[in-house]
């Protein structure tokens, strides 16, 4: 079966400053997604970022990069030029490959992230 | 972008009554959608998948007759919560796969529902 591991329940970085968030996950298939969810005190699920896993380029959306190490299944978030809007609950999620069980998500326990002004 | 409502968005019933909560996909269509259930600072635990014209499939340890699924159309998915008890209370969330491949066959959220039984 298929896990998604986040080892830090918390974090925290000063406004304008750069943090990683980690995420290892276990899988024996070769066509996956990884993605990663941003979860704000609204709760509404917002999808941050996403990385195939066919794909060897790093996923970018302006100042959210992933490290993504296919050999090490580990699939970090970076947060460039934090700010306070950053701050929320921040998930790792895995989904197979479309043709495999309707594609459900798997997601991590979640890292609280706190950007202090 | 696509958008997933979810109704009610919060709602307060007595135990051993049934709640039935609605997921609806506003400007696509979906085949597929999926239900999720959240404790306090907690991650999403998936309860099923809901296929339209079809039964749910059910995650393990999720009790099918108390958790009822209706997929009757194409953009709307009900959840009933069957005589509900104080342990049921949480925050369910419901998710929404577009069929359209543009899409990248992406999951959209809806809102959530907080349900609290007394």
């Known amino acids: 079966a298929q896990t998604v591991t986040q080892s830090q329940p918390e974090m925290s970085v000063q406004e304008a400053e750069t943090v990683t968030l980690s995420c290892t996950y276990d899988t024996s298939e070769s066509d996956y997604y990884l993605f990663w969810y941003k979860q704000p005190p609204s709760r509404q699920m917002i999808l941050v970022i996403r990385q195939e896993a066919y794909k060897q380029q790093n996923a970018t959306e302006n100042r959210f990069s992933v490290n993504f190490q296919k050999a090490a299944k580990s699939f970090s978030l970076k947060i460039s030029d934090s700010q306070l809007g950053d701050a929320a609950m921040y998930f790792c999620a895995y989904r197979r490959g479309i043709y495999n069980q309707g594609g459900k998500l798997i997601f991590g326990q979640g890292t609280e992230l706190s950007v202090k002004p | ?118």
């Open chain 2, 1 to 118: 972008g696509a958008v997933v409502s979810q109704h009610p968005s919060r709602v307060i019933c007595k135990s051993g009554t049934s709640v039935k909560i609605e997921c609806r996909s506003l400007d696509f269509q979906a085949t597929t959608m999926f239900w999720y259930r959240q404790f306090p600072k907690q991650s999403l635990m998936l309860m099923a998948t809901s296929n339209e014209g079809s039964k749910a499939t059910y995650e393990q340890g999720v009790e099918k007759d108390k958790f009822l699924i209706n997929h009757a159309s194409l953009t709307l998915s009900t959840l009933t919560v069957t005589s509900a008890h104080p342990e049921d209370s949480s925050f369910y969330i419901c998710s929404a796969r577009a069929d359209t491949s543009g899409f990248y066959n992406e999951q959209f959220f809806g809102p959530g529902t907080r349900l609290t039984v007394l």
